[in-house]
């Protein structure tokens, strides 16, 4: 089976500093890793996806995610956090076995950006 | 170019009636899925479509229902509403790849989602 856990339920950040939103993940050999966004009453917008290759993965608004196989992490990072980042996050996980295409999620971080 | 469009963005019902959800995938893509978000968690897989048939399923009783047209839209059914049936479903399109070797084919895209509220 396959999990994500995403250990903070929010994360409080002042503008301008860095952000970091922690994720791990389970799963059967080598993953496929994603990031998305969601507004409040809105759906998930896609942020960036680790397929494979370089650990550092660079995604939409400035985010990037770091990928580490050793600690089983994938956390989201941003060099200088925006009010407008403020919102939930989540951490998804697919396995590369062709019978696991659905995506298991982890229960969400919201951000706090204060201005 | 238009992104994962459903309807309708908001219904209620009431327990023991069926609901009818609806989404259209991406130009070009061939693979739909549904997900359910109860308030306050993450989403969690129903059902995946490709070229109309059943690719795979989550932990859902026979309550729900899906299909895939031959123009690539899908519909999601659930009949007998529950109180717990309210939620947030999302709709998720990809260009479907049987090899899992990796590419822009495996980003899955949601739409806006349908809210359901069953009272």
């Known amino acids: 089976a396959q999990s994500v856990a995403q250990p903070e339920d929010q994360v409080n950040v002042a503008e301008g500093n860095p952000l970091t939103v922690k994720c791990t993940y389970s799963?059967?050999?080598?993953?496929?890793l994603f990031w998305y966004v969601q507004y409040p009453n809105r759906g998930l917008q896609f942020l960036l996806k680790y397929i494979t290759g370089d650990n550092l993965v660079k995604g939409s608004y400035g985010f990037e995610a770091e990928f580490n196989k050793s600690q089983t992490s994938f956390h989201l990072k941003k060099p200088s956090a925006l009010v407008s980042d403020s919102a939930l996050y989540f951490c998804?996980?697919?396995?590369?076995?062709?019978?696991?295409?659905?995506?298991?999620f982890g229960s969400g971080t919201r951000l706090q950006v204060q201005p | 170019d238009a992104g994962v469009t459903q309807s309708p963005t908001h219904l209620i019902k009431t327990r023991g009636q069926q609901v009818t959800l609806r989404c259209s995938p991406i130009?070009?893509?061939?693979?739909v899925s549904w997900y359910q978000q109860v308030l306050g968690q993450g989403p969690q897989f129903i059902f995946q479509y490709y070229e109309k048939e059943e690719r795979g399923r989550g932990n859902f009783p026979d309550r729900f229902s899906a299909r895939q047209f031959p123009n690539y839209s899908s519909e999601l059914n659930v009949n007998a509403l529950l109180l717990g049936d309210s939620a947030l479903y999302l709709c998720?399109?990809?260009?479907?790849?049987?090899?899992?070797?990796?590419?822009?084919?495996?980003?899955?895209?949601f739409g806006e989602g349908s809210w359901l509220t069953v009272v």
């Open positions: 998804a996980v697919r396995g590369r076995d062709t019978g696991r295409r659905a995506l298991t």
């Open positions: 998720a399109s990809s260009q479907f790849r049987d090899t899992g070797s990796g590419g822009s084919g495996n980003t899955i895209y």
């Open positions: 130009s070009g893509h061939k693979s």
């Open positions: 799963v059967s050999g080598n993953p496929y």
